[in-house]
């Protein structure tokens, strides 16, 4: 067993942060914390107030290379640190289930695409099997290392796009879901890069491709009692889930700042099924909800498909189950689903729509009480931070399509 361990912590943007301590220092960050300069991580804080520290979390054991792995929460000045984004999802996870006995559990489909010097890795498309697809055995050493690091998959294969591939975790408790996902988007791009090749989280990476989603499956349990089912509902749904359906659509806004928080991400929705308009359903994968087909009373749940991989789980998770819990607690009722073809039959042109840009969710995020509540100090420094991104990104940057555009006018 290796004498070294990682904490790991994320920041407002849902990257990886860490830091090796040896064996013998262990029990002292469990008991007593390590201190680190807060003002060196994105979105935490100033320097004037930087002095923060790790609190082991013992529950959150991985194995990655040999190495025990823990995520961590941030405290600062004794206390959980209000801007770390796992202590936000945490306190709502636990408030939920001390006031209506609630546990949220989810899973993930995390899709990326595979670069050898920039380029897709192969040129196949959905279900192929090699020798079309040329990752096959690159996502057999993923699900090694998944297994071998302790979390739970179920499925991964090719998805449409040349070179794009996706890897499914198992669902699990909200908060362990959202520590799954960033240690095996770290996994996946460990793999690749010791084979010389790259993976690529970015929302739209290639012009006229699908772009890369992180759709979520989403449910609520009371012990081993389901929420989301009814036998009686054509779905398979509770009023209860409906409710919860509603409520994400009554926030889906201010929602979509955060499942969909870089410029890029816009230029995803609404292209290769990757939602644009605001409908639920069980037959058009279009839809921003979609009802999986299930046979067993556990497999009752919602699948929102809007969010690509560069959310942070933390916040993603937060502000959908805060949005859904409102939509119960005020007994909110959704449209009626559709299951005909939008564009077939025109009826597009009735439906809202998802915000355009990052520029206009943000709008809605920071019009949002509900979810400027929850998200707190978090939400502060996440709008602040993207802020200065679309700023950066609208009046700063040139793009190379302006380069095309403009340059020999």
């Known amino acids: ?25 262990f029990e002292k960050a469990v008991s007593r914390g390590i201190w680190f300069d807060g003002s060196s991580i994105e979105g935490f ?43 936000v999802l945490k306190n709502l996870l636990k408030r939920i289930e001390k006031n209506e006995g609630f546990t949220f ?31 096959n055995l690159i996502k057999i050493r993923i699900a090694e290392k998944l297994s071998e690091a302790g979390i739970d998959w179920s499925t991964s294969h090719h998805e449409v796009g040349p070179g794009q591939n996706e890897v499914d975790i198992l669902h699990d408790q909200g908060l362990r879901i959202a520590d799954k996902t960033l240690l095996t988007k770290n996994i996946i791009k460990l793999v690749c890069e010791s084979m010389d090749l790259k993976a690529s989280f970015m929302p739209k990476p290639f012009y006229g491709k699908p772009g890369n989603g992180f ?28 409710s919860f359906i509603a409520g994400i659509f009554e926030h889906v806004g201010g929602i979509t700042a955060i499942a969909n928080p870089t410029v890029n991400s816009y230029k995803r ?37 809007a969010p690509d991989p560069s959310a942070n789980p933390y916040l993603l998770f937060t502000v959908l189950l805060a949005a859904g819990l409102d939509g119960i607690k005020r007994n909110l009722e959704p449209p009626e689903p559709i299951e005909k073809d939008i564009y077939e039959y025109g009826l597009y042109r009735e439906l809202p729509t998802l915000p355009p ?36 990104y609208a009046t700063r940057r040139i793009t190379d399509w302006e380069y ?3 340059f020999d006018v």
């Open 1 to 25: 067993m290796s004498s070294i361990i990682s904490l790991r912590f994320s920041d407002i943007n849902g990257v990886l942060k860490e830091v090796l301590i040896s064996e013998g220092e």
């Open 45 to 87: 804080a100033r320097r004037f107030e930087s002095d923060m520290m790790l609190v082991v979390d013992a529950s959150a054991c991985y194995t990655l290379n040999g190495v025990k792995t823990y995520f961590c929460d941030v405290y600062r000045n004794g206390a959980p640190f209000e801007g770390d984004p796992r202590t």
């Open 105 to 135: 559990v989810a899973a993930g489909e995390l899709e990326f695409y595979i670069l050898r010097g920039g380029e897709p890795l192969d040129s196949g498309s959905y279900f192929d099997v090699s020798p079309r697809d040329k990752a």
């Open 215 to 242: 759709h979520i499956h989403m449910s609520l349990w009371a012990g081993d009692d389901n929420l989301f089912y009814d036998e009686r509902d054509p779905y398979g749904l509770s009023d209860l889930a409906k």
């Open 269 to 305: 929705l609404g292209e290769f099924e990757a939602p644009k308009y605001v409908y639920w359903g069980m037959k058009n994968r279009d839809a921003l909800i979609r009802i999986p087909e299930f046979r067993l009373k556990a497999g009752a749940r919602i699948e929102y498909r």
């Open 357 to 392: 840009t990052l520029e206009k969710a943000l709008d809605a995020l920071e019009e949002d009480k509900l979810l400027r509540d929850v998200l707190g100090l978090a939400g502060e420094n996440f709008i602040k931070l993207k802020r200065q991104e679309w700023e950066e």
């Open 404 to 406: 095309e555009k403009y």
